[in-house]
């Protein structure tokens, strides 16, 4: 700003702009200086607003920029973008006027590859994830009734006093234990690690909150740390993880009991409200008082009952007696009832009992008989006609009858039956088997042309034998 005198020692301001004017030359210069560029970097702190625009920004090793791309353009964008993606975006640089930041307007925007702290993030995940930490089997609900709650995170951070807050308002009776320890930075994951150590420890609290506010993929990076996610995994205490935003996700998220959206939702998850439990505690009272009113009307209407039923002795004995004479009543004459009905029951089966006739029956069992008797004397005579038929046959082919007929059957001293003279020699010893008994004899010289009679006499009578049958020896 320039300053010139006028003469009498007074000085006056020359060119004054307003801070308006300042950054709206600024942004018409960068406009005029500056051609749309590629740039290449990792996305962080990505909002997504209401109108559709997008706010996020482009980082790399050494520098950082805010950027924009309004909703007429990406929607234009071929992906979804997300925290730690590494992109190129075809920029304008540009001067937020409002406020008079530097930023970018991104008028296209393609993949370039995931950033390294998001790689990181899912190795380690992804390791967690196969070795079971993420099992929803061995993941533990927060107690019901709850005395105290521990919480873990920094002493400056605007979540300790939104929990607190949300802790006050829902349950005051709640005692609240605070493990301090920093929730961004280098040293941020060994001190988170030595406060849920402490709390596992000392076993002050029933439940324990690990909270943080929102933040940039390495703001919240503390929270992806494997070794305070082993120590999650491992606190005898159950643990609610309320870290960032609820489109924020960190490992801690995954390997705690409970997932809450932000570090009120923790809270809110830790406690039960008080004015819910009161307005349920009135409730139960109203149930248990009219429980206690219908239990106390049923008793007192079964005394009443009991009181009318309960009558004098005597009386109760007067009409036990009444009682029995009249059973007894009934059962005279039931009796005298059922002999007078079996009475005529009996009479009429007399009455219908007759003498059965037996002359037929018998005339044709004496025919019967006959009948078998003649069936049988003719059964008899066949039997015995077929069996003389059968014995003379049977004679007629016995070697015994044809012996006793003076037949003779002559064996060799080997058994051998002879059946011709030629085959005897002067001097052989041969059996004879006659009718009745045998002999032995030695041969004295076999005659084989002499003529024998040999009429076969088989005993049969003159009227029913066959002719006789003659043998000629040598025909």
Same mark, same amino acid.
């Given at each position: 700003?320039?300053?010139?005198?006028?003469?009498?020692?007074?000085?006056?301001?020359?060119?004054?702009?307003?801070?308006?004017?300042?950054?709206?030359?600024?942004?018409?210069? &960068?406009?005029?200086?500056?051609?749309?560029?590629?740039?290449?970097?990792?996305?962080?702190?990505?909002?997504?607003?209401?109108?559709?625009?997008?706010?996020?920004?482009?980082?790399?090793?050494?520098?950082?920029?805010?950027?924009?791309?309004? %909703?007429?353009?990406?929607? &234009?964008?071929?992906?979804?973008?997300?925290?730690?993606?590494?992109?190129?975006? %075809?920029?304008?640089?540009?001067?937020?006027?409002?406020?008079?930041?530097?930023? &970018?307007?991104?008028?296209?925007?393609?993949?370039?590859?995931?950033?390294?702290?998001?790689?990181?993030?899912?190795? *380690?995940?992804?390791? &967690?994830?196969?070795?079971?930490?993420?099992?929803?089997?061995?993941?533990?609900?927060?107690?019901?009734?709850?005395?105290?709650?521990? *919480?873990?995170?920094?002493?400056?951070?605007?979540?300790?006093?939104?929990?607190?807050?949300?802790?006050?308002?829902?349950?005051?009776?709640?005692?609240?234990?605070?493990?301090?320890?920093?929730?961004?930075?280098?040293?941020?994951?060994?001190?988170?690690?030595?406060?849920?150590?402490?709390?596992?420890?000392?076993?002050?609290?029933?439940?324990?909150?690990?909270?943080?506010?929102?933040?940039?993929? $390495?703001?919240?990076?503390?929270?992806?740390?494997?070794?305070?996610?082993?120590? *999650?995994?491992?606190?005898?205490?159950?643990?609610?993880?309320?870290?960032?935003?609820?489109?924020?996700?960190?490992?801690?998220?995954?390997?705690?009991?409970?997932?809450?959206?932000?570090?009120?939702?923790?809270?809110?998850?830790?406690?039960?409200?008080?004015?819910?439990?009161?307005?349920?505690?009135?409730?139960?009272?109203?149930?248990?008082?009219?429980?206690?009113? %219908?239990?106390?009307?049923?008793?007192?209407?079964?005394?009443?009952?009991?009181?009318?039923?309960?009558?004098?002795?005597?009386?109760?004995?007067?009409?036990?007696?009444?009682?029995?004479?009249?059973?007894?009543?009934?059962?005279?004459?039931?009796?005298?009832?059922?002999?007078?009905?079996?009475?005529?029951?009996?009479?009429?089966?007399?009455?219908?009992?007759?003498?059965? $006739?037996?002359?037929?029956?018998?005339? %044709?069992?004496?025919?019967?008989?006959?009948?078998?008797?003649?069936?049988?004397?003719?059964?008899?005579?066949?039997?015995?006609?077929?069996?003389?038929?059968?014995?003379?046959?049977?004679?007629?082919?016995?070697?015994?009858?044809?012996?006793?007929?003076?037949?003779?059957?002559?064996?060799?001293?080997?058994?051998?039956?002879?059946?011709?003279?030629?085959?005897?020699?002067?001097?052989?010893?041969?059996?004879?088997?006659?009718?009745?008994?045998?002999?032995?004899?030695?041969?004295?010289?076999?005659?084989?042309?002499?003529?024998?009679?040999?009429?076969?006499?088989?005993?049969?009578?003159?009227?029913?034998?066959?002719?006789?049958?003659?043998?000629?020896?040598?025909?």
């Amino acid at each position: 700003m320039a300053v010139s005198s006028d003469g009498q020692g007074r000085g006056a301001q020359v060119g004054v702009v307003t801070v308006t004017e300042l950054n709206r030359a600024v942004a018409a210069l &960068l406009d005029r200086s500056f051609s749309p560029v590629w740039v290449s970097g990792e996305i962080s702190n990505l909002t997504r607003a209401a109108s559709g625009h997008w706010y996020f920004t482009l980082k790399d090793a050494q520098a950082s920029v805010r950027a924009v791309m309004f %909703r007429g353009r990406n929607q &234009l964008v071929a992906f979804n973008p997300a925290n730690g993606d590494r992109v190129e975006a %075809r920029a304008q640089a540009g001067l937020y006027e409002a406020r008079g930041e530097f930023q &970018l307007n991104v008028e296209a925007m393609r993949q370039a590859g995931a950033g390294d702290l998001f790689q990181r993030f899912l190795q *380690i995940k992804a390791r &967690l994830e196969a070795e079971g930490l993420f099992e929803a089997t061995r993941k533990r609900a927060p107690p019901v009734h709850v005395r105290t709650v521990g *919480i873990v995170t920094s002493l400056q951070a605007a979540a300790l006093r939104d929990v607190l807050t949300t802790l006050a308002r829902r349950a005051p009776q709640v005692g609240v234990i605070i493990y301090p320890a920093s929730v961004q930075g280098a040293q941020a994951p060994a001190e988170l690690i030595r406060a849920m150590l402490a709390a596992g420890s000392r076993a002050e609290c029933e439940v324990l909150l690990l909270v943080r506010g929102g933040g940039s993929i $390495e703001d919240l990076w503390a929270f992806n740390d494997e070794r305070l996610a082993r120590v *999650i995994a491992a606190s005898p205490i159950p643990v609610i993880s309320g870290v960032g935003h609820e489109t924020d996700f960190t490992i801690a998220d995954f390997v705690a009991d409970v997932r809450a959206p932000t570090p009120t939702a923790a809270a809110v998850n830790a406690v039960p409200d008080r004015m819910e439990q009161l307005v349920g505690l009135a409730r139960d009272r109203h149930r248990m008082m009219q429980a206690w009113r %219908r239990l106390s009307d049923q008793r007192e209407q079964r005394l009443d009952t009991a009181t009318r039923l309960l009558r004098p002795p005597s009386l109760q004995w007067a009409q036990r007696q009444t009682r029995l004479e009249q059973l007894a009543q009934r059962l005279s004459t039931a009796g005298v009832r059922s002999t007078d009905l079996r009475r005529a029951r009996l009479m009429k089966l007399a009455s219908a009992l007759r003498t059965p $006739e037996l002359a037929a029956p018998r005339s %044709r069992l004496e025919g019967a008989a006959r009948a078998l008797t003649a069936a049988a004397r003719v059964t008899a005579e066949t039997s015995a006609q077929r069996l003389l038929h059968a014995g003379a046959a049977l004679e007629l082919v016995s070697p015994r009858g044809v012996l006793e007929r003076g037949y003779a059957i002559v064996t060799l001293a080997d058994g051998q039956i002879v059946r011709s003279a030629g085959s005897l020699s002067g001097g052989d010893q041969v059996s004879v088997v006659l009718g009745e008994g045998a002999f032995d004899a030695t041969v004295d010289r076999p005659r084989v042309d002499a003529n024998i009679d040999t009429t076969i006499d088989i005993g049969v009578k003159p009227d029913d034998a066959p002719a006789p049958l003659k043998r000629r020896r040598g025909r």
